[in-house]
């Protein structure tokens, strides 16, 4: 797949899909796209392939890019967001650039109704290294992070990140896990972890199910839900996905 209808094909790589649109990062004219580095880029375009459309987007400001040190970048996130629920109709969308640097991320944002770039800040106060893939739950993006074991949220209504605790055990050594939306609106969690089982004379995996809820302090406690025991007959599961109210898990011992 490629959108053959944009200009100087080399200086573009697609960054994300959503919603019908295809996000594009790139690189000045005359240079190359280059692929997995954690090099900050500036220019993007989006695209709608399937009416051969494309939008090429205001390059980021350089005021903006200054609230990043280049050497400390280590990673960088581009994907498209749902517009504001009060600019909702029907053609615009959001892109947003997320640079995680040692201690902090800085967020760029654009808004095609607006039509411009702006930024918002999240300082951890210790070094930060992701452990899971970016979710999608109720017009949040998060994603976990360790050693701090917590998870990463970002509004995209108010623009705004939160933290909340993941459950200390179980915990799985690779970091397979998934968020859902539970019952009432409320934060469910799946992940797999392993276990020495006597019995069985060998290594078990399970699943496991939470439901994030608040106690009568306001603080955010996670109850364990559901333990299932998966089959045996495979040495590694990967979680691949939610649709449509099933899970879907993947053997990845091969």
């Not at 702006?118 to 050693?147: H, I, K």
């Not at 917590?150 to 970091?175: C, G």
């Not at 972890?193 to 306001?218: A, M, N, P, T």
Request: with cysteine; aromatic share 14%.
């Amino acid at each position: 797949f490629w959108c053959s209808f944009l200009p100087s094909r080399e200086r573009w790589g697609i960054t994300d899909v959503r919603d019908g649109r295809v996000l594009l990062a790139g690189v000045p004219e005359g240079s190359i796209y280059p692929w997995g580095g954690s090099k900050l880029l500036r220019d993007f375009a989006v695209c709608d392939p399937l009416f051969r459309l494309y939008l090429v987007l205001p390059v980021i400001p350089d005021d903006l890019t200054a609230l990043v040190h280049e050497p400390d970048i280590t990673d960088v996130d581009y994907f498209l967001v749902p517009p504001a629920e009060d600019e909702d109709d029907g053609v615009s969308f959001r892109v947003m650039c997320l640079a995680r640097c040692k201690t902090k991320l800085v967020l760029f944002v654009f808004s095609r109704g607006a039509g411009q770039w702006r930024t918002v800040a999240f300082d951890s106060g210790s070094e930060l290294y992701w452990a899971s893939r970016r979710y999608y739950w109720r017009r949040c993006f998060c994603r976990a992070f360790f050693p701090e074991n917590r998870l990463l949220m970002l509004d995209i209504d108010r623009m705004k990140f939160s933290v909340v605790n993941l459950p200390i055990e179980p915990w799985p050594e690779e970091y397979e896990m998934t968020f859902v939306e539970a019952a009432k609106g409320s934060l469910g969690m799946f992940t797999i972890f392993d276990d020495f089982d006597e019995k069985q004379g060998g290594v078990v995996f399970h699943l496991w199910y939470g439901i994030l809820r608040k106690d009568g302090d306001s603080a955010n406690l996670w109850q364990a839900n559901a333990m299932i025991s998966l089959p045996l007959s495979y040495r590694h599961y990967r979680i691949m996905g939610v649709a449509g109210g099933y899970l879907l898990l993947q053997d990845s011992s091969a």
